[in-house]
């Protein structure tokens, strides 16, 4: 069984910067790819950013795009999310994830393809 606990988050005035990480412990080696999505009242969860674990691949939903980074620590089992030029729309919860599907199967941003999943985050953005 793997864990994911997340950490950081908080509350920033719009334009401003947080980073969210999340750690995973034990990693097996056959976790393929890990990843942020966010989910906001009302709405559905989302794919916010994905990394694979092995060769360094990414992929980011359009509206995260040029303004979120995601990180990977091999060594520390961490995987990182550094969020800059935050919007009141990203206000939401976070939610690591880790999933077993090699990175090549695509639909990384897709919640239903993890397995495991970490009890998530608060980022408030306000305006």
């Known amino acids: 069984q793997v864990q994911l606990v997340e950490s950081g988050g908080g509350s920033v005035p719009a334009g401003g910067s947080l980073s969210v990480s999340c750690a995973a412990s034990?990693?097996?080696?056959?976790?393929?790819?890990m990843a942020w999505f966010r989910q906001a009242p009302g709405k559905e969860r989302e794919g916010v950013a994905a990394?694979?674990?092995?060769?360094?691949?990414?992929k980011y939903a359009d509206s995260v795009q040029g303004r979120f980074t995601i990180s990977h620590d091999n060594a520390k089992n961490t995987v990182s999310l550094q969020m800059n030029s935050l919007k009141p729309e990203d206000t939401a919860m976070y939610y690591c994830a880790a999933r077993w599907a090699p990175w090549f199967t695509g639909r990384q941003l897709v919640f239903e393809t993890y397995e495991y999943w970490g009890q998530g985050t608060q980022v408030n953005v306000s305006s």
């Open positions: 990394i694979s674990t092995g060769g360094g691949g990414t």
């Open positions: 034990p990693v097996p080696s056959s976790i393929t790819t």
